[in-house]
């Protein structure tokens, strides 16, 4: 198999086109707390169902910019990293 930019940019190691992937934990745990926030009227208990939803999209999208099967899945990592940052800036202005 040829080493073109679209090889390394959509292909994983066996050469499988990579362009979506079934959600792991991190991903699982950060869209159901997003959802739980959306509920929950506790501020505590909102408070601390935030914190986990930042924590698992952090993490995920950390996993995908470092260990991502191709540049695509690192790139889809940077954008998410990228606007959970600044969304998180952004509510504190």
């Not at 499988?16 to 991190?26: E, G, K």
């Not at 926030?37 to 470092?66: C, H, P, R």
């Amino acid at each position: 198999m040829e080493n073109t930019l679209f090889d390394k940019t959509f292909r994983d190691n066996q050469g499988h086109i990579v362009i979506a992937q079934p959600p792991n934990l991190p991903l699982i745990v950060a869209v159901t707390a997003f959802l739980l926030k959306q509920v929950i009227s506790n501020d505590s208990l909102y408070l601390i169902i935030d914190i986990i939803a930042f924590g698992s999209f952090f993490t995920w999208a950390w996993m995908e910019l470092f260990q991502g099967v191709n540049y695509w899945r690192r790139t889809l990592g940077f954008l998410a990293l990228s606007a959970i940052i600044f969304a998180r800036f952004y509510d504190y202005l």
